[in-house]
């Protein structure tokens, strides 16, 4: 379990990398440079680049994570990536971050470590039944079909909120089919995971999941969907660990009931730290207030 989440903490970190680089690169390039010229002039950044090799980072660390561990571990720790940014953005970006967005990540770890320990995840099998691989496929994908057509209408709030969602939904099912591969790949080897359906339902949750994301992004606001796109995920993982994986938690009703509201006051911390830290990501200015200044790996604050 050490391993797991080793690995699901280093998913985070290098997921923390890439949304910082990618977005630093994008709010620093020439205004001139639009649709297919930005896209030029992007490949051609090392710290755009950069980006790529932590999105890559992030998803074989937490398949290594999932291998090695339970859904109802990992996923919960990938919500660390939060505080990862925020790092990256005070001491490598040298944004000013304020007070309460500290004081809301410290909250987040607390309150995360807290349902860890008290919950006490244990069990799981590496070859779910077919029956409950059923049940819950056709259980999320009907509420994520739902919360999609939902998403058509509405007030911008309402649609940025059940695409987002849905989005989360999506990618909590992209981690068990992520587990299963990674499972049947060390049982049988390339040849046998390729002749499984998990790789190929992975590609489709990882399509789909997307697109609910980015419509998310687009439709409304980053306020609203951001926090149901880090919450939602840990949450529905939580449950699909316990339904598909018969994964457990203590028989302690004290213990479960304590660890619960523990994860109600990360959810809390999420939604804190994600009003409370600066809106975008950009390099700190200058003495002088006179615009951007380029940001550095090597610089430290």
Known sequence: MALAVVFAVASAFANAVMVVTQHLASVTAPRREKGLR????LIRQPMWLLGWVGA??????QALALHFGLLTVVQPL??????????LRRLWIGQDVAGAAWAAAVMTCVALAVFLSLAEPTGGTASPSTSDWLSALVAFCAVIVVLAASGIRGSPVQRAAVFGAAASLTWALMATFVKTATEILAASGFVGMIENWSPYALIAAAIIGTLLEQTALH??????????????NPLASVGLGVWVFDEQFTANPAQIAVAFSAFGVMTAGVVWLSRAAPKNIAPARTADGHGPRPASPQRRS
Do not use: D, K, Q
Request: charged share 10%; hydrophobic share 70%; no cysteine.
């Open 38 to 41: 930005l896209v030029r002039y």
């Open 56 to 61: 890559a980072g992030a998803f074989v660390f």
């Open 219 to 232: 439709v409304g606001p980053l306020s609203v969907s951001e926090p149901l796109l880090v919450v939602v």
């Open 78 to 87: 990938l919500i660390t990536e939060l505080v990862f940014v925020l790092v």
